[in-house]
Antibody, heavy 118, light 111 residues
Framework: QAQLVQSGAEVRKPGASVKVSCQAS????????MHWVRQAPGQGFEWMGW????????KYAQKFQGRVTMTRDTSISTAYMELGSLRSDDTAVYYC???????????WGQGTLVTVSS | QSVLTQPPSVSGAPGQRVTISCTGS?????????VQWYQQLPGTAPKLLIY???NRPSGVPDRFSGSKSGTSASLAITGLQAEDDADYYC???????????FGGGTKLTVL
């Protein structure tokens, strides 16, 4: 059974950066793309991009280009999402989500709350 | 503003049937990309309910079903139960955006 366990809640000031981790278990980490999706309080979901854990290749949503970096450490089956130049409207729960190989659908981590406040 | 459009809310009494619509365009649902549905209970991560338009992962009751036609999709829930009270989201892929897209979510209230 695949499991994604994310790092704990973070608080940052505007202009800072945050790095969220997502440790995978129960499957072969490099064989499944990992996506990052966020959900602002009381809002819907916003896709941020994906990383291919095997090659390290990434694809970012245009909105986040230049501000987001997705990386991975295959030795510990962990994916990372770093978001910089934080603003108050970046306050959200950030999810990692493993993509199934036969379609654009996902298993999700438990989420990490990132609060941006001065 | 979400790329896929869902009604903000629906409601039904226990035992009834409800449907939730999801409307897209020719660059996502109408471009033959599959539609998925997720259930989100308060304070929890989304749970996959339906994938590839009308398929249920193991463990999802057959009270939940999905369909797709043209640029729209629907989620039907029969025999409503109190535990179905949750938010429901549709999701697909958009070729113009080259990315994953979601509906804005529908709050289902079991009366």
């Amino acid at each position: 059974q695949a499991q994604l366990v994310q790092s704990g809640a973070e608080v940052r000031k505007p202009g800072a950066s945050v790095k969220v981790s997502c440790q995978a278990s129960g499957y072969t980490f490099i064989n499944y793309y990992m996506h990052w999706v966020r959900q602002a309080p009381g809002q819907g979901f916003e896709w941020m991009g994906w990383i291919n854990p095997k090659t390290g290749a990434t694809k970012y949503a245009q909105k986040f280009q230049g501000r987001v970096t997705m990386t991975r450490d295959t030795s510990i089956s962990t994916a990372y999402m770093e978001l910089g130049s934080l603003r108050s409207d970046d306050t959200a729960v950030y999810y990692c989500a493993r993509q199934y190989n036969n379609g654009w659908y996902f298993d999700w981590g438990q989420g990490t709350l990132v609060t941006v406040s001065s | 503003q979400s790329v896929l459009t869902q009604p903000p809310s629906v409601s039904g009494a226990p035992g009834q049937r409800v449907t939730i619509s999801c409307t897209g365009s020719s660059s996502n649902i109408g471009a033959y990309y599959d539609v998925q549905w997720y259930q989100q209970l308060p304070g929890t991560a989304p749970k996959l309910l339906i994938y590839a338009n009308n398929n249920r992962p193991s463990g999802v009751p057959d009270r939940f079903s999905g369909s797709k036609s043209g640029t729209s999709a629907s989620l039907a829930i029969t025999g409503l139960q109190a535990e179905d009270d949750a938010d429901y989201y549709c999701q697909s892929y958009d070729r113009s955006l080259s990315g994953v897209v979601f509906g804005g979510g529908t709050k289902l209230t079991v009366l």
